[in-house]
C-alpha cells in the first residue's frame, strides 16, 4: 500500500489549492479515506473523511471552503481548499485504512 500526496504550494490569503493523493495497493472506494494537516508545533488534527458510500464529513474550521472527492477509476483522493486563510497552513496528510501518505505542505501566506 502507497499514498503519495501532491498538490501543496505557498499561496496567498483567499487562494485556492487543490490537493491530491494516489494510492497504490488498495481501493480508496473500499474504505474511508481522510485528510489530516498538521501545523508547526500542534497535534496532527482531521480535516475532513469521505466514507465508502460517498458520505463526507469536514471538521468546523474548514466547512464551507474545502472539499473531499475521490476518483474511484483513478484510485486518486482529493481535497479542494478555496478561501485559504494563513492558519490552514500545515503539512496535510492523507490517509486510509492504517497507510498515511508522506504529507505535502502547504503555505498560506502574502
Known amino acids: 500500500v502507497q499514498l503519495v500526496e501532491s498538490g501543496g504550494g505557498l499561496v496567498q490569503p483567499g487562494g485556492s489549492l487543490r490537493l491530491s493523493c494516489a494510492g497504490s495497493?488498495?481501493?480508496?472506494?473500499?474504505?474511508?479515506a481522510y485528510w489530516y494537516r498538521q501545523a508547526p508545533g500542534k497535534e496532527r488534527g482531521l480535516v475532513a473523511w469521505?466514507?465508502?458510500?460517498?458520505?463526507?464529513y469536514y471538521a468546523d474550521s474548514v466547512k464551507g471552503r474545502f472539499t473531499i472527492s475521490r476518483d474511484n477509476a483513478k484510485n486518486m483522493l482529493y481535497l479542494q481548499m478555496n478561501s485559504l486563510k494563513p492558519e490552514d497552513t500545515a503539512v496535510y496528510y492523507c490517509?486510509?485504512?492504517?497507510?498515511w501518505g508522506q504529507g505535502t505542505q502547504v503555505n498560506v501566506s502574502s
Open positions: 469521505i466514507g465508502s458510500g460517498g458520505g463526507t
Open positions: 495497493g488498495f481501493a480508496f472506494s473500499s474504505d474511508y
Open positions: 490517509k486510509t485504512l492504517s497507510y
